[in-house]
């Protein structure tokens, strides 16, 4: 479990009162997808808006990202084939009512759920490498991203505000 720095607590919290649910997990998941490839191991990841696939895919590492106001995040739907593609699959979890994360490796076979509490479920851990790289270069993206991203007022926008924060990834 990981938190990010004050300033991009509140960028979260400001840009969940201005957003639709949909439209917060579009923002979140770009967000993640431009500090990601500022870590060595996922500088080449691209982000894949396409159903049935992971959020972003690093080579053999796939990663989904989710946001949730509870500890359950339910995988359901076909996140065993998926899973079954990549020798490593990620979890990026968000708990919105207590403004954590947690960088999860998802086992195969794929639990039906991941309850992001302060344990996790003994099958389960944490990626601790990618838990602190995330904790800092994400903080970094939404700080330097700033109001333009949580005020945007449209998916091109919020991904606007990163790219212009992250010199154009």
Request: charged share 20%.
């Amino acid at each position: 479990m990981f938190q990010l720095s004050n300033a991009s607590t509140a960028l979260i919290d400001r840009c969940l009162q201005r957003q639709t649910p949909q439209a917060f997990g579009s923002f979140f998941q770009y967000s993640v997808w431009a500090a990601l490839r500022r870590l060595a191991d996922y500088q080449e990841c691209y982000s894949n808006d396409g159903a049935g696939q992971p959020d972003i895919i690093a080579g053999r590492i796939g990663v989904e990202v989710k946001s949730s106001g509870t500890a359950r995040i339910v995988l359901d739907g076909n996140y065993s084939d998926v899973r079954s593609q990549y020798e490593h699959f990620r979890l990026i979890g968000l708990r919105t009512d207590l403004m954590a994360m947690w960088a999860v490796e998802i086992p195969d076979p794929v639990p039906p759920t991941v309850d992001l509490g302060t344990v996790l479920r003994p099958q389960l851990t944490t990626d601790q490498q990618l838990e602190s790289g995330l904790a800092r270069e994400l903080s970094w993206v939404l700080e330097s991203a700033g109001s333009v991203w949580s005020d945007a007022q449209t998916e091109v926008a919020a991904r606007a505000a990163i790219d212009r924060a992250v010199g154009g990834s």
